[in-house]
């Protein structure tokens, strides 16, 4: 159930962003940046992406979560596609969809990491920092964020960067402030 809710909860966070020309960090914007560019769609891009974390996650993280992260990613990419035929928008406004599509895709996300599940990527290395070293997940996420809205200089417009680095900053608060070592962990 957590692994469908969050996921849910992701991808309906990309397709506000999408819909808007937005961005985000991780795996997720740099998946982003390839469909502005390509026209591939998101799903697709995301899922190739992270194909190459799943040995670090195996490694470092084990079987259970591998598995259970590669589920995500391939619900996030399965429910990306489909929220197309799902939801249809007349007007969205870009402020709108950077605040609430990052609110969206950190709940969904907590939800995730609570369950010992990520998206992949630069997620995977997030959770090993904060386990193995104490590092938060969400700061550490953060600065990587920041570093892939200024590669999107070219991408975006200086408004849709602007209007992201707050949809980005608003999602990592709140896994910063909501995951932390000690607090509720699900069991999956």
């Known amino acids: 159930m957590a692994l469908i809710m969050g996921t849910l ?11 808007s020309m937005l961005l985000v960090g991780s795996t997720a914007g740099i998946a982003l940046l390839l469909q502005y560019i390509s026209g591939y769609s998101f799903g697709l891009v995301f899922f190739i992406i992270n194909l190459p974390f799943y040995l670090l996650a195996w490694k470092r993280l084990g079987w259970k979560f591998t598995l259970r992260t590669f589920i995500a990613v391939g619900l996030v990419s399965i429910f990306s596609r489909l929220n197309g035929d799902w939801i249809d928008f007349s007007h969205l406004s870009p402020l709108y969809a950077a605040i609430i599509g990052g609110m969206l895709s950190g709940v969904g996300l907590l939800i995730l990491f609570r369950h010992r599940t990520g998206l992949g990527g630069i997620n995977i290395l997030a959770i090993y920092l904060q386990e193995n070293f104490g590092i938060r997940a969400g700061f550490f996420q953060l600065g990587l964020d920041l570093a892939i809205l200024v590669a999107s200089l070219f991408v975006l417009s200086p408004e849709g960067i602007l209007l992201s680095i ?3 900053t608003i999602l990592n608060v709140i896994l910063a402030v909501n995951h932390k070592p000690g607090r509720y962990h699900g069991f999956s």
Not at 9 to 19: A, I, N
Request: cysteine-free; glycine content about 14%; overall charge positive.
């Open 166 to 168: 707050i949809g980005a």
């Open 9 to 19: 909860l992701v991808s309906l966070g990309m397709l506000l962003y999408t819909k």
